[in-house]
C-alpha cells in the first residue's frame, strides 16, 4: 500500500493542488421565496437568513446573488388564495409567473428554475387533487401539473421542477411543453423524494403543510435504496434531464449509488431540516461556521453535480475568499 507522503499535507498549497473533491460556485441553487404584496422582504423564523420576498423587492436580492457569484436558482411561490384545485398555481398573473417575468427582464444571466407541485396551492396541502374519499387522483393530477409546468415556461423559467411525486408527470409535462413548442426548457424531476421528517422548516416557509394525513403514499419510504434507482430509471426514461435525490446528508448512500449506476446530471437537495439544524447548533456556539463547507462537499463527495441549498450565499462567500 502506497501512501501519501506526509508533507503533502503540510504544506497549505499542496493540499489545494491534489485536494480529490471541490466545490465550485456553478454547483450551487439557492431557493428564493416569492410572497404576494409589495414591499416585502421578512425573515422566514424556521430558515434564519432567508427571507420570504415580495415580487418587487426580487431585484436587490437577485442582483445580491449576481454579484456573490451565484446565477442558479429555484423559485418557490406562496398564494394569499388556495382552493381544492390549486388554480393560482397556473394563473398567467400567478406568484412563480409575475415572479419569473420579473428576474428574467432584470437579468439575462440568472437561470431560473420553478418548482412545480401544488401543496403550496391547495387548500388541503396534499400535492394532486384528492378523490372524494382523500386519496390522490395520480392521473389527473398529472393534467394540472402540465399546465403548472407550461405556465412557468411562457413566463421565462429555463427549467421546471417538478416535486409532486405522481407516477408519470415526467412523460406528461415533456409531451406537454413540446407540444406548445417549448422543447428547449429542461425538466429537473424530483425522482427519488422521500417521506422525510427534514422538511419540517419549508413546510412552514412555504405553508404548504397537509391539513390531514401524510404524503406517505406519495413519497418514498425512507428504509428504500432500491426503489428510488427504479424511480430514476423512469424518470429518465420519460425524459428528464436532471435527476434529484431530497433530502441529501441523509441519503448520501442514495446520491453514490445513483451516481455509480447513471451517467447523468445529479441535483441533492440539502433541505430546510438539515440547514435549520446546522444553523441553530452555528448560533448556540455549538459547531463553528467551517462544518457549513464540511457538509456540503460530503454531498458533492457522494456524487452530486447540482447542490441546491439555502447555505448557498454563506458558501459562494467562503468559495470567495
Not at 130 to 146: A, E, F, P, Q, R
Not at 151 to 168: E, L, Y
Amino acid at each position: 500500500m502506497i501512501k501519501r507522503p506526509r508533507r503533502l499535507r503540510k504544506n497549505e498549497n499542496i493540499r489545494n493542488m491534489v485536494r480529490e473533491t471541490k466545490l465550485h460556485l456553478e454547483d450551487l441553487v439557492y431557493p428564493v421565496f416569492v410572497v404576494e404584496g409589495e414591499n416585502i422582504k421578512k425573515e422566514i423564523s424556521s430558515l434564519p437568513d432567508n427571507y420570504h420576498f415580495s415580487v418587487d423587492m426580487l431585484y436587490e436580492e437577485i442582483n445580491k446573488l449576481r454579484k456573490l457569484g451565484i446565477k442558479n436558482i429555484l423559485v418557490f411561490g406562496i398564494p394569499n388564495n388556495k382552493n381544492s384545485y390549486g388554480e393560482e398555481a397556473y394563473k398567467k398573473n400567478g406568484i412563480v409567473q409575475r415572479a419569473v417575468k420579473e428576474i428574467k427582464s432584470n437579468f439575462n444571466d440568472i437561470y431560473v428554475i420553478t418548482d412545480v407541485c401544488m401543496c403550496q396551492y391547495t387548500d388541503h396541502g396534499h400535492c394532486g387533487i384528492l378523490k372524494d374519499n382523500g386519496d390522490i387522483d395520480n392521473d389527473i393530477t398529472l393534467k394540472y401539473l402540465s399546465k403548472i409546468a407550461l405556465s412557468h415556461a411562457q413566463a421565462g423559467a429555463d427549467m421546471v421542477a417538478p416535486s409532486d411525486m405522481m407516477d408519470g408527470r415526467v412523460k406528461e409535462i415533456r409531451k406537454y411543453l413540446d407540444l406548445n413548442n417549448y422543447t428547449d426548457v429542461s425538466i429537473m424531476s424530483y425522482s427519488a423524494k422521500y417521506a422525510s421528517s427534514f422538511y419540517g422548516p419549508f413546510r412552514d416557509a412555504a405553508d404548504s403543510a397537509p391539513s390531514f394525513g401524510d404524503r406517505n403514499t406519495y413519497q418514498m419510504d425512507p428504509a428504500n435504496s432500491n426503489e428510488a434507482l427504479r424511480e430514476i430509471d423512469n424518470d429518465l426514461i420519460e425524459g428528464a434531464d436532471i435527476v434529484m435525490v431530497k433530502p441529501a446528508l441523509s441519503y448520501l448512500d442514495v446520491i453514490r449509488r445513483v451516481k455509480d449506476n447513471f451517467n447523468v446530471p445529479i441535483a441533492a437537495y440539502s433541505v430546510s431540516g438539515e440547514y435549520s439544524m446546522l444553523k441553530n447548533a452555528i448560533d448556540q456556539g455549538l459547531l463553528d461556521e467551517s462544518v457549513i463547507l464540511e457538509a456540503i462537499l460530503s454531498i458533492k463527495r457522494a456524487g452530486a453535480d447540482i447542490i441546491i441549498t439555502y447555505f448557498a450565499k454563506k458558501l459562494a462567500e467562503i468559495i470567495n475568499n
